[in-house]
């Protein structure tokens, strides 16, 4: 897909769709999309379900608000990221909480460290924690999440 970080052959994290887009991610065979925008959002794209499913896709939207944010909602939303068919593409408006949920599936599944997650993020060219909008609190929350869940190797 364009303008998308391939996180494993399972994931892969966007910002905005459009129509295009789910249309092409139903031909790359990617069978499910993860929506983590708001409906009150600026540029929520409100027949999103409608399109996505029009093109064979699975489709959730679990509001993922920065300010609402929390260990329950975190654990919720790697559940459903979970139970859905993969390939998936998840999304935001940017890309930032996509790509951080999406690592933070990953390391709790493969048991990664939080240094090992933050690696892998450099290494998919997202430089999550030292972008300037991040809060600290959100690196903390991202961090103790990481060593609470992961399971050990």
Known sequence: MINSIRINENLTTTGQVIAQQLEQASQEGFKSVLNLRSPDELGFFRDEQQVAESFGLNYVNVPLKLEDLSEELITKILKTLEELPKPAVVHCAAAM???????????????????QT???????????????????????????YINKHAKVA
């Open 118 to 144: 933050l690696a892998k993020a450099r290494n998919l060219g997202f430089s999550f924690f030292e972008h300037t909008g991040i809060s600290p609190q959100l690196k903390t929350l991202f961090v103790d």
């Open 97 to 115: 909480r996509s790509t951080g949920i999406a690592l933070l599936s990953i390391a709790t599944k493969e048991g990664l460290t939080p240094e």
